[in-house]
């Protein structure tokens, strides 16, 4: 699985470390939960609109077929900030490609992604499955970079949550 990590400079926000003391982590840890939702938020957008995996570029965008990638964006809280990660157990395939000259992939989601979204009946697309395989082993499959892609975004989502929540905080500091 790809992860990035976002790092925030503390030294840079020394003066607010010493105006709030331990609400600041608080604070940081709200703002860095508002920022991981608003991540899954744009990693479920981008899906939507990723470019083909075909290594020519043909065909329609979105890493879409039965949804269940775009859904699988998950975040949670950790010790020291917040995770955004996508559950399918085929998500680094999406993000990553599929080299050429690998394994066939399993001809049976393809008969299935066939019926979806080429509109073939069962029988077609069971006949069309092995082909579609071979030529995807044979020639791979290009990278969505879903997450790459939105990264730039998500990073600034993430830093403005940050920051929005220790703004709060000081200017709540300040009134008490």
Known sequence: ?????????LADLAHAYSS???????AAMRGARRGALHAVSTLQRATGTASPA??????????????HYKRAWKWEMEPDGARVHNVAPYASVIEEGRRAGSRFPPTTAIK???????????KEAKAAAYPI???IARRG????KV???ALPKIEEDFIQGVL??????????KAK
Do not use: C, F, H, Y
């Open 1 to 9: 699985m790809t992860s990035t990590v976002i790092k925030l400079d």
């Open 112 to 122: 299935e992604w066939a019926q979806r979204r080429l509109g073939l009946s069962e």
């Open 141 to 144: 499959l290009v990278g969505r």
């Open 54 to 67: 075909n290594p020519a570029g043909r065909g329609t965008g979105g890493a879409v077929n039965t949804g």
């Open 164 to 173: 929005k929540e220790l703004e709060k905080e000081m200017t709540r500091g």
């Open 133 to 135: 395989a071979r030529a």
């Open 20 to 26: 709030l003391g331990p609400r600041m982590r608080l």
């Open 147 to 149: 997450l790459g892609k």
